[in-house]
């Protein structure tokens, strides 16, 4: 997920619609991405983020610096997810953030049982083959 440098409370509204449907069907999710919210330090926009993932009894994988530069170090980019897991940053990366990986242990999928119904088609044809079959019989 990358949230551009654009007006926050717009993010803030998607990210509930999102996080509303995940957790309403009681689904396992992981969310990467860059979210340009700054969680090292304590703006209002960092705690209105800390805050929101608490009220899902969410929080993020790390607060370890993601974008290092000569003048700054800060946490843009996360993982929040329902699945137990490790967050870890990497220094190797390729673009201008480092590389946040997130660990956990699958588990097998389980196939649900499909539970099937047998339907008989009933109409003059099937009734009149039905009729036929019974005057065949001894």
Do not use: W
């Not at 800390?50 to 929080?59: A, D």
């Not at 390729?94 to 009933?122: L, T």
């Amino acid at each position: 997920m990358y949230r551009p440098l654009s007006d926050v409370n717009v993010f803030f509204e998607n990210i509930i619609l999102v996080l509303d449907k995940l957790i309403t069907e009681n689904v396992k999710f992981v969310i990467a991405g860059d979210f340009n919210i700054n969680i090292s330090t304590e703006s209002n926009e960092s705690k209105m983020f800390l805050f929101l993932l608490g009220t899902y009894n969410l929080q993020v994988g790390t607060k370890e610096p993601t974008r290092i530069t000569s003048e700054s170090a800060t946490c843009l980019g996360n993982i929040v997810s329902t699945i137990d897991g490790k967050t870890t940053v990497s220094e190797e990366h390729i673009s201008d953030h480092c590389a946040v990986e997130f660990g956990f242990q699958a588990q097998p999928y389980k196939k649900k049982p499909q539970n099937y119904e047998q339907i008989r088609m009933y109409n003059e044809r099937s009734h009149q083959q039905f009729e036929n079959m019974l005057l065949e019989t001894d």
